[in-house]
């Protein structure tokens, strides 16, 4: 009886990752396009709702054309330029607050500021003041740093003291106390900060595109469908922006699972 639930186990628990992982999201959004096609054939306006035809038929030109990847390689420089950029700083201010309190209160009101600054306005001065190719990069630093910092702090405040208090009582290396102690305790909750970050990013990112009609960008691209009221195509870039966001959270996810069979 021991051997059999022993086997039965970790067979359930690959199937509940199985459901979470690939059944779930294919049940969602099989369920976003029923709506959508309920949706369009109610209206019956094509112009303004599309068939989802029309909208695979629209993402098939997208990912057949030259220039359309040229400008998804484009944002997708900005956008993990701008999140890199982010990650950095956060981490570095944040690990300077954790040790230098003084640091972290002077830090605290600018990410308070940056927190509760309209994304909007931020965009609109980013265009006022700087060229439109750099817009989409400081917006998406402004945007993303805060919540960055936020979640590195919390991870190295969360640390345990008493791990910490052994270690010095044991005269650890600080190398040994960094990759024994703090790296375990503090990698998993920035990870997961950082797939949130990276989404929020690339809305931001591209929005920002859009405002300053930033050259060779999806953001330009999606502004003049929106001009010439080519629905189809704004909504197929629309589904290429959600599956960047998801590749790119796959990638945060895929360092994460990497760290856990390194460890």
Known sequence: ?????????????????????????VCAFAFVIAVWAIVAAVKNLPIL???????FRALGDILSDGESWRAAGMTLGRITGSFLLSLLFAAV??????????????????????????????????????????VPLLVGFLICFPLLYNTCHTALESVDGEL???ADVY????????????????????TEGAKS???LTVKVVIAAEVLAQTRVSIGLLMQQDSVMFEIADLLAWTVFAIVLSFLLEGIIVGVQKLREVLR
């Open 1 to 25: 009886m021991l051997k059999t639930a022993s086997v039965k186990t970790p067979r359930k628990a690959a199937i509940g990752r199985l459901l979470g992982n690939v059944l779930y999201p």
């Open 49 to 55: 709702f599309p068939s989802v035809g029309e909208i």
């Open 93 to 134: 201010l944040a690990t300077a607050g954790a040790f230098v309190k003084p640091v972290h209160k002077f830090v605290r009101p600018l990410v308070t500021v940056l927190q509760a600054a309209p994304t909007m306005a931020v965009i609109l001065l980013a265009v006022v003041w700087l060229d439109n190719s750099e």
């Open 164 to 166: 910490l208090e052994m």
């Open 171 to 190: 005269h650890m290396r600080p190398v040994d106390k960094l990759t024994g102690i703090y790296l375990p305790a503090v990698f998993p909750v920035v």
């Open 197 to 199: 970050a990276v989404s």
